[in-house]
C-alpha cells in the first residue's frame, strides 16, 4: 500500500516569495502531522490536523507559516515571504483514527526546501 | 514540557563493533518511546519501540529497554554493519494532548568496512 506521500522533493525558492509544500497521508489516517528539520538539528513539531481541524498550531513559528487540510486527506503547508533561516526538510507524518499514544507516526519523504 | 536528550555524534565504529546511542527523556506522564532510523536519502523509518516500563524493543538486531527508574531508553547493538550507517532519532509520545513525536536531536552513525 502506499505510505505517506510529500511533493514537491525538493524546492530552491529565492527570498520573499511564498511557497506550497503538500503531503498526502495514508489512506483512513485521520491525524496529520507536519514537523521541520534543519540541518543537524532535531526536528521540530509544526502542527497537528485531526480530520479536518488543527488543535495544535503551536509549532508554527511565525505567521508567515499557515497549513490546512481539506477532505481529511491533503495538506498543505504554504511559507509565505521565505527567509533563509526557512531552509530546512519539512516532513509529515500521520497515524490512523483511534490510534493510541503507543503507535508510531508513519512519516513521509519529506521536502527539502532551500532558500537563496 | 517533554524533551528527550541523545548524545551528540558522529559516532564512528568499525564493521562488527559494539554500539551504544545513550538517550534520556524528561515526561511528564508515562509515555511511549521510540527509535527511528533515517538512512541516507531516505525518509524516518520507526526502528523500534517499547510502551511500558522494563519493554524491550528489538529490530534488526537493535535492542533498547525502557528504564523508568533511570528515564533511559538506550539504543544498542551487538555488532554493526556498515549497512547501518544512518541517523538515529530517539523519540516520545505521552498520553493526553495531542499526542505528538517530541523528538532528539538525531546521532549520525558511520560504520567503516
Known amino acids: 500500500g502506499a505510505g505517506v506521500s510529500q511533493s514537491p522533493s525538493n524546492k530552491v525558492t529565492e527570498k520573499g516569495k511564498d511557497v506550497e509544500l503538500r503531503c498526502d497521508p495514508i489512506s483512513g489516517h485521520t491525524a496529520l502531522y507536519w514537523y521541520r528539520q534543519r540541518l543537524g538539528q532535531g526536528l521540530e513539531f509544526l502542527i497537528y490536523?485531526?480530520?479536518?481541524?488543527?488543535?495544535?498550531k503551536s509549532g508554527l513559528p511565525s505567521d508567515r507559516f499557515s497549513a490546512e487540510r481539506t477532505g481529511e486527506s491533503v495538506s498543505t503547508l504554504t511559507i509565505q515571504r521565505t527567509q533563509q533561516e526557512d531552509s530546512a526538510v519539512y516532513l509529515c507524518?500521520?497515524?490512523?483514527?483511534?490510534?493510541?499514544?503507543?503507535?508510531?507516526?508513519?512519516f513521509g519523504n519529506g521536502t527539502r526546501l532551500t532558500v537563496t | 514540557g517533554d524533551s528527550v536528550t541523545q548524545m551528540e555524534g558522529p559516532v564512528t565504529l568499525s564493521e562488527e563493533a559494539f554500539l551504544t546511542i545513550n538517550c534520556t527523556y524528561t515526561a511528564t506522564g508515562y509515555p511511549s518511546l521510540f527509535w527511528y532510523v533515517q538512512y541516507p536519502g531516505e525518509g524516518l523509518q520507526l526502528l523500534l519501540k517499547?510502551?511500558?516500563?522494563?519493554d524491550k524493543g528489538s529490530n534488526k538486531g537493535f535492542e533498547a529497554t525502557y528504564r523508568k527508574e533511570t528515564t533511559s531508553f538506550h539504543l544498542e547493538k551487538g555488532s554493526v554493519q556498515v549497512s547501518d550507517s544512518a541517523v538515529y532519532f530517539c523519540?516520545?509520545?505521552?498520553?493526553?494532548?495531542?499526542?505528538?513525536?517530541?523528538f532528539g536531536t538525531g546521532t549520525r552513525l558511520l560504520v567503516s568496512p
Open positions: 517499547a510502551t511500558k516500563a522494563d
Open positions: 490536523f485531526q480530520g479536518n481541524s488543527a488543535p495544535d
Open positions: 507524518a500521520s497515524s490512523p483514527r483511534g490510534s493510541s499514544y503507543n503507535s508510531p507516526l508513519h
Open positions: 523519540a516520545l509520545r505521552s498520553p493526553g494532548g495531542f499526542q505528538k513525536l517530541v
